[in-house]
Protein backbone atom coordinates (compact mmCIF):
# COMPACT_ATOMS: atom_id res chain seq x y z
CA UNK A 1 0.00 0.00 0.00
CA UNK A 2 1.16 3.12 -1.01
CA UNK A 3 2.52 5.35 2.46
CA UNK A 4 1.97 9.20 2.32
CA UNK A 5 4.35 10.97 4.60
CA UNK A 6 2.73 14.18 6.09
CA UNK A 7 2.07 16.86 8.86
CA UNK A 8 -0.45 16.14 11.10
CA UNK A 9 -3.97 17.84 10.62
CA UNK A 10 -4.34 20.94 12.19
CA UNK A 11 -6.35 24.26 12.50
CA UNK A 12 -9.42 22.19 11.82
CA UNK A 13 -8.13 21.77 8.27
CA UNK A 14 -7.35 18.13 6.69
CA UNK A 15 -3.68 19.52 6.88
CA UNK A 16 -2.16 23.05 7.30
CA UNK A 17 0.20 22.49 4.22
CA UNK A 18 -1.59 23.44 0.90
CA UNK A 19 0.90 20.65 -0.38
CA UNK A 20 0.32 17.70 1.80
CA UNK A 21 -3.67 18.66 1.73
CA UNK A 22 -2.99 18.42 -2.17
CA UNK A 23 -1.75 15.35 -2.27
CA UNK A 24 -4.21 13.45 0.18
CA UNK A 25 -7.41 15.36 -1.97
CA UNK A 26 -5.54 13.86 -4.97
CA UNK A 27 -5.56 9.94 -3.72
CA UNK A 28 -9.08 10.55 -2.40
CA UNK A 29 -10.21 12.21 -5.84
CA UNK A 30 -8.41 8.61 -7.86
CA UNK A 31 -9.54 5.91 -5.53
CA UNK A 32 -6.07 4.95 -4.48
CA UNK A 33 -5.43 3.32 -1.22
CA UNK A 34 -3.45 5.03 1.00
CA UNK A 35 -1.72 5.00 4.35
CA UNK A 36 -0.81 8.07 6.47
CA UNK A 37 2.37 8.28 8.51
CA UNK A 38 2.58 11.59 10.46
CA UNK A 39 5.79 10.55 12.28
CA UNK A 40 8.45 11.86 9.96
CA UNK A 41 11.01 13.54 10.62
CA UNK A 42 11.03 16.24 8.10
CA UNK A 43 14.51 17.00 8.64
CA UNK A 44 15.18 13.98 7.47
CA UNK A 45 13.04 13.59 4.54
CA UNK A 46 13.82 13.74 0.87
CA UNK A 47 14.22 17.45 -0.19
CA UNK A 48 13.98 18.37 3.50
CA UNK A 49 10.20 18.66 3.17
CA UNK A 50 7.06 17.08 3.19
CA UNK A 51 4.63 15.44 1.80
CA UNK A 52 6.52 12.40 -0.08
CA UNK A 53 5.38 9.12 -0.74
CA UNK A 54 7.09 5.32 -0.21
CA UNK A 55 5.93 2.48 -2.84
CA UNK A 56 7.14 -0.95 -3.32
CA UNK A 57 9.92 0.76 -1.04
CA UNK A 58 10.63 3.22 -3.20
CA UNK A 59 10.77 6.79 -1.85
CA UNK A 60 9.26 10.01 -4.05
CA UNK A 61 9.26 13.94 -2.95
CA UNK A 62 7.87 16.95 -4.22
CA UNK A 63 3.65 16.20 -4.98
CA UNK A 64 3.89 17.38 -8.26
CA UNK A 65 6.45 14.78 -8.68
CA UNK A 66 4.61 12.31 -7.01
CA UNK A 67 1.61 13.04 -8.78
CA UNK A 68 3.31 12.35 -12.02
CA UNK A 69 4.97 9.23 -10.53
CA UNK A 70 1.27 8.19 -9.47
CA UNK A 71 -0.16 8.93 -13.29
CA UNK A 72 2.25 6.58 -14.97
CA UNK A 73 2.59 3.94 -12.20
CA UNK A 74 -1.41 3.91 -11.65
CA UNK A 75 -3.04 5.74 -14.69
CA UNK A 76 -4.52 9.00 -14.76
CA UNK A 77 -8.25 9.00 -14.34
CA UNK A 78 -8.06 12.64 -13.48
CA UNK A 79 -6.83 14.52 -16.45
CA UNK A 80 -6.25 11.73 -19.24
CA UNK A 81 -9.90 13.68 -20.82
CA UNK A 82 -7.94 16.77 -21.26
CA UNK A 83 -6.44 17.91 -24.65
CA UNK A 84 -3.20 19.61 -24.56
CA UNK A 85 -4.37 23.21 -24.73
CA UNK A 86 -6.50 22.62 -21.63
CA UNK A 87 -3.52 21.00 -19.55
CA UNK A 88 -1.69 23.87 -20.41
CA UNK A 89 -3.97 25.82 -18.88
CA UNK A 90 -4.23 23.90 -16.36
CA UNK A 91 -0.61 24.26 -15.67
CA UNK A 92 -0.52 27.51 -15.51
CA UNK A 93 -3.06 27.55 -13.04
CA UNK A 94 -1.41 25.63 -10.87
CA UNK A 95 2.09 27.24 -11.27
CA UNK A 96 -0.28 30.50 -10.13
CA UNK A 97 -1.23 28.64 -6.97
CA UNK A 98 1.84 27.09 -5.94
CA UNK A 99 4.54 29.20 -7.28
CA UNK A 100 2.66 32.70 -6.28
CA UNK A 101 -0.21 32.49 -4.27
CA UNK A 102 1.27 30.08 -2.05
CA UNK A 103 4.05 32.53 -0.87
CA UNK A 104 1.62 35.25 0.44
CA UNK A 105 -0.35 32.28 2.68
CA UNK A 106 3.08 32.06 4.10
CA UNK A 107 3.57 35.86 4.29
CA UNK A 108 0.24 35.61 6.18
CA UNK A 109 1.48 32.86 8.63
CA UNK A 110 5.10 33.58 9.05
CA UNK A 111 5.60 37.22 8.58
CA UNK A 112 2.07 39.05 9.78
CA UNK A 113 2.91 39.86 13.54
CA UNK A 114 -0.34 38.87 14.92
CA UNK A 115 -1.05 35.59 12.75
CA UNK A 116 2.59 34.35 13.78
CA UNK A 117 1.84 34.03 17.65
CA UNK A 118 -1.31 32.04 16.39
CA UNK A 119 1.00 29.94 14.30
CA UNK A 120 4.17 30.14 16.34
CA UNK A 121 1.31 28.37 19.38
CA UNK A 122 0.35 25.80 16.88
CA UNK A 123 3.48 24.56 15.38
CA UNK A 124 6.16 24.77 17.89
CA UNK A 125 4.13 24.91 21.57
CA UNK A 126 4.81 20.97 22.01
CA UNK A 127 8.58 21.17 22.10
CA UNK A 128 10.38 21.45 25.52
CA UNK A 129 12.06 24.28 26.73
CA UNK A 130 14.49 25.86 26.13
CA UNK A 131 13.64 24.83 22.09
CA UNK A 132 10.22 26.19 22.27
CA UNK A 133 11.72 28.88 22.32
CA UNK A 134 15.23 28.71 19.87
CA UNK A 135 13.67 27.12 17.20
CA UNK A 136 10.46 29.23 15.95
CA UNK A 137 13.28 31.80 15.87
CA UNK A 138 15.20 29.44 13.79
CA UNK A 139 12.30 28.60 11.73
CA UNK A 140 11.13 32.10 10.87
CA UNK A 141 14.37 33.61 9.78
CA UNK A 142 14.74 30.46 7.35
CA UNK A 143 11.18 31.14 6.39
CA UNK A 144 12.04 35.12 5.86
CA UNK A 145 15.25 34.07 4.09
CA UNK A 146 13.05 31.81 1.62
CA UNK A 147 10.32 34.64 0.69
CA UNK A 148 13.25 36.81 0.36
CA UNK A 149 14.64 34.24 -2.53
CA UNK A 150 11.35 33.63 -3.86
CA UNK A 151 11.17 37.53 -4.51
CA UNK A 152 7.62 38.06 -2.97
CA UNK A 153 9.23 38.63 0.62
CA UNK A 154 10.99 41.92 -1.24
CA UNK A 155 7.65 43.66 -1.58
CA UNK A 156 5.95 45.24 1.28
CA UNK A 157 2.73 44.12 3.39
CA UNK A 158 0.59 46.31 1.05
CA UNK A 159 2.10 44.98 -1.91
CA UNK A 160 2.04 41.27 -1.51
CA UNK A 161 -1.53 41.42 -0.73
CA UNK A 162 -1.85 43.52 -3.77
CA UNK A 163 -0.68 40.41 -5.57
CA UNK A 164 -2.44 37.95 -4.08
CA UNK A 165 -5.61 39.95 -4.18
CA UNK A 166 -4.98 39.63 -8.24
CA UNK A 167 -3.99 36.10 -8.07
CA UNK A 168 -7.55 35.19 -5.98
CA UNK A 169 -9.81 37.06 -8.29
CA UNK A 170 -8.18 35.60 -11.15
CA UNK A 171 -8.96 32.15 -9.81
CA UNK A 172 -12.67 33.11 -9.46
CA UNK A 173 -12.87 34.32 -12.86
CA UNK A 174 -11.21 31.29 -14.43
CA UNK A 175 -13.96 29.29 -12.18
CA UNK A 176 -16.46 31.22 -12.99
CA UNK A 177 -19.73 29.10 -12.35
CA UNK A 178 -18.57 26.04 -13.03
CA UNK A 179 -18.02 23.00 -10.82
CA UNK A 180 -14.77 22.16 -11.05
CA UNK A 181 -12.06 24.17 -12.37
CA UNK A 182 -11.74 22.89 -15.73
CA UNK A 183 -15.57 22.15 -15.95
CA UNK A 184 -17.86 19.01 -15.39
CA UNK A 185 -14.83 16.71 -14.41
CA UNK A 186 -12.70 17.35 -11.30
CA UNK A 187 -8.92 17.18 -12.59
CA UNK A 188 -5.86 17.27 -10.50
CA UNK A 189 -5.92 20.97 -10.78
CA UNK A 190 -8.68 20.91 -8.22
CA UNK A 191 -6.43 19.48 -5.76
CA UNK A 192 -4.29 22.02 -5.97
CA UNK A 193 -6.50 24.66 -6.03
CA UNK A 194 -8.75 23.57 -2.93
CA UNK A 195 -5.92 22.85 -0.69
CA UNK A 196 -4.61 26.40 -1.36
CA UNK A 197 -8.13 28.16 -0.93
CA UNK A 198 -9.17 26.11 1.95
CA UNK A 199 -6.28 27.04 3.68
CA UNK A 200 -6.58 30.69 2.67
CA UNK A 201 -10.46 30.76 3.82
CA UNK A 202 -9.69 29.40 7.20
CA UNK A 203 -11.13 30.83 9.95
CA UNK A 204 -8.32 30.80 12.29
CA UNK A 205 -5.80 33.44 10.38
CA UNK A 206 -7.55 36.88 9.68
CA UNK A 207 -5.63 38.25 6.66
CA UNK A 208 -6.38 40.42 3.73
CA UNK A 209 -6.12 37.38 1.90
CA UNK A 210 -9.25 35.66 3.79
CA UNK A 211 -10.97 38.93 2.97
CA UNK A 212 -10.90 38.94 -0.62
CA UNK A 213 -11.79 35.17 -1.14
CA UNK A 214 -14.39 35.08 1.58
CA UNK A 215 -15.97 37.99 -1.06
CA UNK A 216 -15.70 35.48 -3.62
CA UNK A 217 -18.87 33.36 -3.58
CA UNK A 218 -18.05 31.13 -5.87
CA UNK A 219 -14.88 30.33 -4.40
CA UNK A 220 -16.20 29.63 -0.85
CA UNK A 221 -19.11 27.11 -2.51
CA UNK A 222 -16.26 25.31 -4.80
CA UNK A 223 -14.66 24.60 -1.62
CA UNK A 224 -17.80 23.81 0.68
CA UNK A 225 -18.30 21.08 -2.60
CA UNK A 226 -14.93 19.89 -2.29
CA UNK A 227 -14.90 19.00 1.34
CA UNK A 228 -18.12 17.50 1.05
CA UNK A 229 -17.42 15.34 -1.65
CA UNK A 230 -14.23 13.86 -0.22
CA UNK A 231 -13.46 14.50 2.96
CA UNK A 232 -17.30 14.98 4.57
Known amino acids: M ?36 TSADVRKAPKGKLP ?13 LIIEYLKTTYGDPLDSHLSPADAAIALAMRRLIEE ?16 WQKTKAVYFSDLPFPLRLLVPKIARNTVTQNL ?5 GRHTEAEIYQIAALDI ?13 MGEQ ?3 LDASAYSCLANILNETLISPLRDKATQLENLVTYCDRMHQTYYA
Request: hydrophobic share 35%; charged share 20%; net charge negative.
Open 169 to 181: QALSNFLQDKPYF
Open 52 to 64: YIEDKGQIIADSN
Open 186 to 188: PTA
Open 148 to 152: QGHGM
Open 100 to 115: NLYWALVYTRWIDEEN
Open 2 to 37: LTLYQFEPAWGLPNASPFCMKLETYFRMTGLEYQVD
